[in-house]
T-cell receptor, first 114, second 110 residues
Framework: DSGVTQTPKHLITATGQRVTLRCSPRSGDLSVYWYQQSLDQGLQFLIQYYNGEERAKGNILERFSAQQFPDLHSELNLSSLELGDSALYFC?????????????FGEGSWLTVV | GQQLNQSPQSMFIQEGEDVSMNCTSSSIFNTWLWYKQEPGEGPVLLIALYKAGELTSNGRLTAQFGITRKDSFLNISASIPSDVGIYFCAGLGGAQKLVFGQGTRLTINP
């Protein structure tokens, strides 16, 4: 158990709909990362937050947005869903900003768009 | 942007053989991380490297942080069936952005 918690674990929704994925980082971690992994693909970096503020942005679509709340949990919002959005969405967390930083991943949220 | 080249993309070996994979980059990283991912699960951290030249072991796994800070390798000795999976290298650079390699898919024939 990495200590990073993601919900829901599985989600099936229709095209055009909107979903929210939730992540609770490890206790004490200030930084949260979101990654997308399509079938048999690598991990595509979407976005990173540190202590509530956006730190880095990757290949995140305009239909997607994220935020980190004061209690440090994060949500990834996916809207106007398309079939191609079906993927595993991972959240990861780290202390960040310190030497010896290590990043741990949650078990992911499976999103299936039908 | 920063990119990692991980090789080989796939490996088919016999049980008991040693495995070696590596990652190279045109950019300098402050930290190298090696993960293993099994189908439908999240990447699990295997080894973390924080200093250039650092050599770290975790059981049958050994990884090194290259002197130039632009590369890293992972070795697995005496492979066993449960080593099957996809191994990812990841580099952590400025602004704490974690960049992943494309992965090495390891298949083991018993």
């Amino acid at each position: 158990d990495s200590g990073v918690t993601q919900t829901p674990k599985h989600l099936i929704t229709a095209t055009g709909q909107r979903v929210t994925l939730r992540c609770s980082p490890r206790s004490g971690d200030l930084s949260v990362y979101w990654y997308q992994q399509s079938l048999d693909q690598g991990l595509q970096f979407l976005i990173q937050y540190y202590n509530g503020e956006e730190r880095a942005k990757g290949n995140i679509l305009e239909r997607f947005s994220a935020q980190q709340f004061p209690d440090l949990h994060s949500e990834l919002n996916l809207s106007s869903l398309e079939l191609g959005d079906s993927a595993l969405y991972f959240c990861a967390s780290s202390v960040a900003g310190q030497a010896g930083n290590t990043i741990y991943f949650g078990e992911g949220s499976w999103l299936t768009v039908v | 942007g920063q990119q990692l080249n991980q090789s080989p993309q796939s490996m088919f070996i016999q049980e008991g053989e040693d495995v070696s994979m590596n990652c190279t980059s045109s950019s300098i990283f402050n930290t190298w991380l090696w993960y293993k991912q099994e189908p439908g699960e999240g990447p699990v951290l295997l080894i973390a490297l924080y200093k250039a030249g650092e050599l770290t072991s975790n059981g049958r796994l050994t990884a090194q942080f290259g002197i130039t800070r632009k590369d890293s390798f992972l070795n697995i000795s005496a492979s066993i069936p449960s080593d099957v999976g996809i191994y990812f290298c990841a580099g952590l650079g400025g602004a704490q952005k974690l960049v992943f390699g494309q992965g090495t898919r390891l298949t083991i024939n018993p």
